[in-house]
Structure formats: structure tokens, C-alpha cells
Antibody, heavy 116, light 109 residues
Framework: QVQLVQSGAEVKKSGASVKVSCKASGYTFTSYGISWVRQAPGQGLEWMGWISANNGNTFYGQKFQGRVTMTTDTFRSTAYLELRSLRSDDTAVYYC?????????WGQGTLVTVSS | DIQMTQSPSTLSASVGDRVTITCRASQSVTRWLAWYQQKPGRAPKLLIYKTSTLESGVPSRFSGSGSGTEFTLTISRLQPDDFATYYCQQYKSHSMPWTFGQGTKVEIK
């Protein structure tokens, strides 16, 4: 069965970077894209960007341009999200999702807490 | 960017009620519209894609309709398991970012 398993919770200082992983299984990794979505405490869903697992093409939301990098390791069937220059308002649960006809399978979420 | 606006933000309803949530796009997304259900502490779950196609395993009491800029999610007879927050998302190809609506919380009346 399709599964996306994300790395564990992180606590970071303001100005630091975080890298979240998302290991896929149960399907051909390179046949789909991966979207990254975050959710601040008590808030709605915010789309961050998308990466093609086939060729590495990316699209980043304008809000995150210059601070975010999405990559994939096709050998490990794993996608990565790196967010730099962390601020307190980056505190959120970060989700990866398989992008097919919309985002049909989601990881369990990774809580990133940014403290000053 | 395409903006997505859901209404209402909160909806109070009873088990057995028919519930309708509206999602409006700032420009046409043709039929590239999905609906998700999210419960507290859980990842979103895809309910409907391409406006009206039910994801596998989703109960038939959920339905979606619309096109262009106006879309609806209908729950025909609300069940206890349906109390959650619902999000629409446009995912029109070549129209990234694939923006979400702000969410509609369906709560017990």
C-alpha cells in the first residue's frame, strides 16, 4: 500500500535551517510529484511547493522563494524539504503529499517548532 | 496566483442534515478542484478530485459539483464521523501555486 513516512519533530532556533524527509513506498516514486504543505497551529493549509520526482523540476510558492529547497533521492524514494532562515512564524506541521489527481496520499506530518 | 474563498467559515449542523460548502476561485480553474477533510491532529484526506470524482473508499453521501469559478461540496446526510474541517484546493496545471481555501469547520449543532 502507498505510504509516505516523514521524519520526526524538530526544534530549531530562529535563523537556523531544517530539513524534513518524506520516504515513499508502495508505488513507483518517479511516476508522481510530491507537494509540500504546511499548517501553522490553529490555521489552515498552506501550499509551499511541488517537485517532480521524475526530473526534479520544482515550483515554489512566492512566499518561500529564496528560503526553500525541495529535492528528491530517487534511489531512496525520498523527498526532502529544506527551509532556511527560520522565523517563529515558520512553526507549523509540515506535510508531504503524493501529487496525482490532486494530493491523494499524505505523510503523517512533521512538527517544526522555531524558538527565539 | 488564484485565490480560493470558501463559505461559510463555520457551519453548525446536526446528524442527518444536508450540508453544502461553497468554494469560489478568483479565476477559472475549469474542473481542477479537489476537496479534503481534516480532523484534529491528522493529515488531510482527499475526498473528491476533478470537481466531482469520489476518491476510492469515500462514502457516496459526499458529492461535488461546479466548474470554472464556483464549486460545491455536499454531504447528503451528515454522519458523526463527518464533523471535521473541509478544504478546497485548485490544482490547475500550469497554475501553481495550487492554493487552498481557508477551510470550513463543520461542527455539531
Amino acid at each position: 500500500q502507498v505510504q509516505l513516512v516523514q521524519s520526526g519533530a524538530e526544534v530549531k532556533k530562529s535563523g537556523a535551517s531544517v530539513k524534513v524527509s518524506c520516504k515513499a513506498s508502495g508505488y513507483t516514486f518517479t511516476s508522481y510529484g510530491i507537494s509540500w504543505v504546511r499548517q501553522a497551529p490553529g490555521q489552515g493549509l498552506e501550499w509551499m511547493g511541488w517537485i517532480s520526482a521524475n526530473n526534479g523540476n520544482t515550483f515554489y510558492g512566492q512566499k518561500f522563494q529564496g528560503r526553500v529547497t525541495m529535492t528528491t533521492d530517487t534511489f531512496r524514494s525520498t523527498a526532502y524539504l529544506e527551509l532556511r532562515s527560520l522565523r517563529s512564524d515558520d512553526t507549523a506541521v509540515y506535510y508531504c503529499a503524493r501529487s496525482a489527481m490532486a494530493d491523494d496520499y499524505w505523510g503523517q506530518g512533521t512538527l517544526v517548532t522555531v524558538s527565539s | 496566483d488564484i485565490q480560493m474563498t470558501q463559505s461559510p467559515s463555520t457551519l453548525s449542523a446536526s446528524v442527518g442534515d444536508r450540508v453544502t460548502i461553497t468554494c469560489r476561485a478568483s479565476q477559472s480553474v475549469t474542473r481542477w478542484l479537489a476537496w479534503y477533510q481534516q480532523k484534529p491532529g491528522r493529515a488531510p484526506k482527499l475526498l473528491i478530485y476533478k470537481t466531482s470524482t469520489l476518491e476510492s473508499g469515500v462514502p457516496s453521501r459526499f458529492s461535488g459539483s461546479g466548474s470554472g469559478t464556483e464549486f460545491t461540496l455536499t454531504i447528503s446526510r451528515l454522519q458523526p464521523d463527518d464533523f471535521a474541517t473541509y478544504y478546497c484546493q485548485q490544482y490547475k496545471s500550469h497554475s501553481m501555486p495550487w492554493t487552498f481555501g481557508q477551510g470550513t469547520k463543520v461542527e455539531i449543532k
